[in-house]
C-alpha cells in the first residue's frame, strides 16, 4: 500500500490561492501561511499548477525554465520552505509537469532557431518548407498546429496549443532523457509525486498528412486521432517512468489523459503497465447538447450534464478499474467551469454531488474553492479572457442577435479562466485575498469567505470536513463498489468491507425513493430532505445521504 492510495487531494491554483506581497498575485509564501486551513480541511495532498519561470502565456503551462521558480511565484528557497512546510504538516506535495512542450523563450527552442546546425534543433518538432504548413492540424488554442520558424528557413514548428508554446520531439531520445533529469531534480528535493500534463499528446502521427474532413483542407481542423494516445505515447514513457519509480519507489505519477476513454485509462495505470499510477480523464462528463441554439457556434454555449449518461459513465469507470488501479474522482479543475457554475443550481446540489462523486472508489481531487461553494467570476468583457476564441464567439453570437454583455455573460459560465478567480479568505478588502489588485477580477456570486463558513457548522465548508473525514474510513478507501439498480432519477451505490456496508444515494433531480438492501441503517451525512422509513428511503430534489448499515464491525 503506497501513500497515494488513499491520497485526497486539493489543487491549488497558485496565482489566485493567497498573495502574500500585494503584487496582486498568489505565491509560494501566501500558501505557505494557509497550510492550517487546509490541514483542518483534512486533505492528504496538494497539487500545485505550474510554479515554474515562465513569461505566463498559459499561467505557467509555458516553462522557460524548469529549475527556477518564477518571480511572481516567489524564490526557490520559497519554494523549499513550502515543501519542507507541507512535509512538517502530513501533507504530501504534487507538482505539474509540463512534458509536452515549452515556452518559446526556453533557452533549447532560443537555440533551436539558430538553425538546423543548432545541437537542439530536434528537441522540437519543424517540418515542411517554403513557408507551407506540413497539414491541416488545428491547436487546440484555435488555428493551425503549425507556425513559421521565425528564423526564416520556410520550415515551421509545431504547437498544440499556443504558437508561444513549441511541442516537444520525444522521438528524440536526447529529450526523454533531458525530461527524466528535471523530473529527477524535483524528486531529489522531496517532491511527492507528478502530474504529468497533457502526455496523451507527446506521440503525432506522420506530420504531413491532412486529417480527412467535411471542411475545406486549408483550414485547421483538431485532429486528435493524430496527436492523442498514439501507441508511442506508451512506448516512450515506460522507460520515463520505469526510472522514476526504480530512483523513487513512493513516487506518484498522476497523468492527464484528457480524451482517454475507460480502456485507456486502464492501460495506463494498470500496475504491470508500468506507467502512471492514476489518470484524470476529462470523459468523465457527457454534455446533453440537445438545447443547443443552432444559431450560435456551439464552443462557448451551455453543455449541460447528462445526468443519466453521468451515471452510467461512473458506473463503467469504477468497475473497469475495480482491482486494478484508482480512478481519480473530481467534478471541476483550472480548465473547465466550476462545479456550481457547471452543474449544481444549488449550493446544496453541490454538496449532494460531492458526496455522490468523492464515496466511490478513487481519489478525490478538490479544486480550490470548490469547498466553500465558489462558482465561476463574471468577466468585464470580451478582452478580459485574453484568448482570440472568445472574441470570435463573442463577434458571431453578436451577428446572431445577441447583445455583446450577454454573450459575454455566457462565456463568463463556460470558459475555463472564471474557474480560477481568488480565494475568499474574509469579509475585508479584496476578501483577504491581497491589499493589491487582483491579478484577474470580475464579479463574484456572494460566497461566504472561509473566515464566515469556518465559524457556521452548516456551512459548505463544514459538510466538506465531514466528508473528507469519512472518506478516510477505510470502508471508503477500500471498500467493494457496487451500483444498485434504481430509478434513472438516483444514483445510489453501496461500498462494502467485511461485514461493513454503506449506502451512497443522490437524487439526479426531483424527489425519489430507493429500496434499501435488508438491513437497520443510520445517517452518517445527509444533504437536503431525507426520509428513512424501513427499507424505503425518500430524496428530496437533489438530497443526498450516506448511510450505514448497523451492527457490523469495520
Ligand atoms: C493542460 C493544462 C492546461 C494547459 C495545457 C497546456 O491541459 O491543464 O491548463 O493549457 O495542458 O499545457
Ligand atoms: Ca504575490
Redesign the pocket.
Given at each position: 500500500m503506497a501513500w497515494y492510495d488513499h491520497a485526497i487531494i486539493y489543487q491549488l491554483y497558485p496565482k489566485s490561492f493567497q498573495d502574500s506581497n500585494g503584487d496582486g498575485i498568489g505565491d509560494l509564501n501566501g500558501i505557505r501561511a494557509r497550510i492550517p486551513y487546509l490541514k483542518a480541511l483534512g486533505i492528504t495532498a496538494v497539487w500545485l499548477n505550474p510554479v515554474f519561470t515562465s513569461p505566463q502565456v498559459?499561467?505557467g503551462?509555458?516553462v522557460a525554465n524548469y529549475y527556477a521558480i518564477d518571480p511572481t511565484m516567489g524564490t526557490m528557497a520559497d519554494m523549499d520552505a513550502l515543501i519542507a512546510a507541507f512535509h512538517a504538516a502530513g501533507i504530501h506535495v504534487i507538482l505539474d509537469f509540463?512534458l509536452?512542450?515549452t515556452s518559446d523563450q526556453h533557452p533549447w527552442f532560443q537555440d533551436a532557431l539558430r538553425g538546423a546546425d543548432s545541437l537542439y534543433r530536434d528537441y522540437y518538432i519543424f517540418a515542411g518548407h517554403e513557408g507551407k504548413r506540413p497539414s491541416n492540424w488545428g491547436s487546440?488554442f484555435g488555428g493551425s498546429v503549425w507556425a513559421p520558424d521565425p528564423s526564416g528557413s520556410g520550415q515551421s514548428y509545431f504547437h498544440l496549443?499556443d504558437r508561444r508554446?513549441p511541442d516537444l520531439n520525444w522521438a528524440n531520445p536526447e529529450v526523454r532523457h533531458a525530461m527524466g533529469d528535471v523530473a529527477d531534480y524535483w524528486l531529489q528535493k522531496g517532491v511527492d509525486g507528478l502530474r504529468l500534463?497533457?502526455f496523451i499528446h507527446i506521440a503525432k502521427a506522420k506530420l504531413d498528412q491532412d486529417f480527412p474532413d467535411a471542411v475545406p483542407a486549408a483550414t485547421p481542423v483538431l485532429a486528435e486521432p493524430f496527436y492523442a494516445n498514439l501507441p508511442q505515447v506508451q512506448t516512450w514513457l515506460r522507460p520515463f517512468c520505469r526510472r522514476l519509480k526504480t530512483d523513487y519507489p513512493d513516487v506518484f505519477l498522476l497523468g492527464?489523459a484528457?480524451s482517454a476513454n475507460v480502456n485507456l485509462a486502464a492501460a495506463y495505470t494498470a500496475p504491470d503497465a508500468g506507467l502512471m499510477d492514476s489518470v484524470v480523464t476529462f470523459r468523465y462528463f457527457p454534455d446533453d447538447l440537445s438545447g443547443l441554439d443552432p444559431q450560435l457556434p456551439t464552443q462557448y454555449q451551455e453543455h449541460p450534464l447528462d445526468l443519466p449518461a453521468f451515471k452510467q459513465t461512473q458506473a463503467v469507470w469504477q468497475q473497469t478499474l475495480a482491482g486494478l488501479a484508482q480512478p481519480t474522482l473530481y467534478w471541476s479543475?483550472?480548465?473547465m467551469p466550476r462545479l456550481g457554475t457547471r452543474v449544481a443550481h444549488s449550493a446544496q446540489q453541490a454538496q449532494s454531488l460531492a458526496m455522490l462523486m468523492y464515496l466511490q472508489r478513487g481519489l478525490p481531487i478538490i479544486y480550490y474553492g470548490e469547498e466553500l461553494g465558489l462558482t465561476n467570476l463574471q468577466l468585464p468583457d470580451a478582452a478580459a479572457f485574453g484568448d482570440p476564441t472568445v472574441t470570435a464567439f463573442v463577434t458571431e453570437a453578436t451577428a446572431a442577435g445577441m447583445t455583446p454583455e450577454a454573450a459575454v455573460k455566457l462565456v463568463s459560465t463556460t470558459h475555463?479562466l472564471p474557474a480560477r478567480g481568488p480565494m475568499p479568505w474574509d469579509d475585508g478588502a479584496q476578501r483577504g485575498f491581497t491589499t493589491g489588485t487582483p491579478w484577474l477580477t470580475g464579479a463574484a456570486a456572494p460566497v461566504a469567505s472561509v473566515a464566515a463558513q469556518a465559524a457556521d457548522p452548516t456551512s459548505s465548508l463544514a459538510f466538506y470536513q465531514q466528508l473528507i473525514a469519512l472518506k478516510k474510513r477505510p470502508l471508503f478507501q477500500d471498500g467493494d463498489y457496487h451500483l444498485l439498480t434504481t430509478a434513472e432519477t438516483s444514483y445510489v451505490y453501496t461500498r462494502q468491507l467485511g461485514s461493513a456496508l454503506a449506502v451512497v444515494a443522490v437524487a439526479l433531480g426531483a424527489t425519489t425513493t430507493v429500496t434499501l438492501p435488508q438491513g437497520h441503517y443510520h445517517a452518517l451525512l445527509t444533504s437536503g430532505a431525507v426520509h428513512l422509513a424501513g427499507p424505503q428511503l425518500t430524496l428530496g430534489e437533489d438530497a443526498g445521504v450516506v448511510l450505514i448499515r448497523e451492527g457490523a464491525i469495520e
Open positions: 498559459d499561467n503551462y509555458d509540463v509536452n512542450h487546440f496549443f508554446m500534463d497533457a492527464e484528457a479543475n483550472h480548465d475555463k
